[in-house]
């Protein structure tokens, strides 16, 4: 039988990756881990396909026999951090994270992934002064000045706005190859998911019952999706959870959801949004919440 050389392996298992198939991956790349192969690059990969199958632990241990061949990659360091976040161990997470963020400042998403772990492991004035990082390295010192006197509007926005929306359009239709992401998973709406008590208790506490999803991506919380809460009581989904008799989802890159809403709402749930638009356009959508809303949120 003949032998295949050590780049086809690899480019056999990069293709498998893609695909995917992600046990196959590591079954190719384990026997080369074995023999102890000085690539850090095979380790990234055998870290990136156990993450991918959720085994968390044999992910820490690739990306850490990659780092000790080779100490100085920064991705390497933020999957090990996302490993360690995914099994609640927040210091060695900030730790990995912080050399990632070392070795690449420009990088932005260890920076990002620190304000989660920073918040998770409850050390808010970290995961503040992270964010004043991150505002700092992202905005020009003159943004709030820009957005205050932009003319931009609904009827005539700013050019990066219509080519956002084409953008998260082409996204919802064809996934996001760089992520690995299908159609199906892109934008999905998860982005509320770790608010809903939260938003429950407001919900309450304002007494309103319609609400309007302001960028509700593809709506799929309100699917049917049995909830279980307090006391054992069972909920048919979100909507029934929250008591909500009138719900209206919106999104302008989700073909389905482009039309805007030609009522008020006494509710306005806006959640991973504004930091997506430009800032010549923050001023208009803002006021368009607000317009649109009785107890904005």
């Excluded at 918040?119 to 943004?143: F, P």
Aim: hydrophobic share 35%; glycine share 6%.
């Amino acid at each position: 039988m003949k032998k295949i050389s050590l780049e086809q392996t690899v480019q056999i298992a990069l293709e498998y990756y893609q695909l995917k198939q992600y046990k196959q991956v590591t079954q190719i790349l384990q026997p080369l881990a074995q023999h102890i192969v000085q690539d850090d690059g095979i380790y990234l990969l055998m870290g990136n396909a156990y993450y991918c199958l959720g085994q968390y632990q044999q992910a820490i241990e690739a990306y850490l026999n990659g780092i000790q061949i080779n100490a100085d990659v920064a991705e390497s360091y933020i999957n090990l951090g996302n490993a360690y976040a995914r099994l609640k161990s927040y210091d060695d997470a900030i730790d990995a994270y912080s050399k990632s963020d070392a070795i690449n400042p420009d990088f932005i998403q260890p920076k990002l992934n620190l304000i989660y772990v920073y918040s998770a492991a409850q050390q808010t004035e970290n995961a503040i002064k992270m964010c004043g990082q991150v505002l700092d390295n992202k905005c020009d010192s003159n943004s709030i000045e820009v957005a205050l006197k932009s003319e931009c509007t609904r009827n005539n926005p700013s050019p990066n706005y219509l080519s956002l929306i084409d953008m998260y359009n082409k996204l919802h239709i064809d996934g996001d190859l760089n992520s690995n992401e299908s159609a199906e998973e892109v934008y999905a709406g998860r982005s509320a998911m770790r608010w809903v008590d939260t938003i429950k208790k407001l919900i309450t506490l304002t007494d309103s019952r319609t609400l309007l999803d302001y960028g509700s991506g593809k709506g799929l919380q309100y699917k049917s999706m049995p909830l279980e809460g307090k006391g054992q009581l069972r909920y048919k989904g979100l909507q029934d959870y929250w008591k909500i008799d009138d719900l209206y989802c919106y999104d302008p890159g989700y073909p389905l959801y482009q039309k805007f809403p030609q009522k008020q709402y006494d509710a306005v749930l806006a959640t991973d949004v504004l930091e997506h638009c430009d800032q010549r356009d923050v001023k208009w959508i803002i006021e368009e919440i607000f317009d649109v809303a009785g107890n904005v949120w």
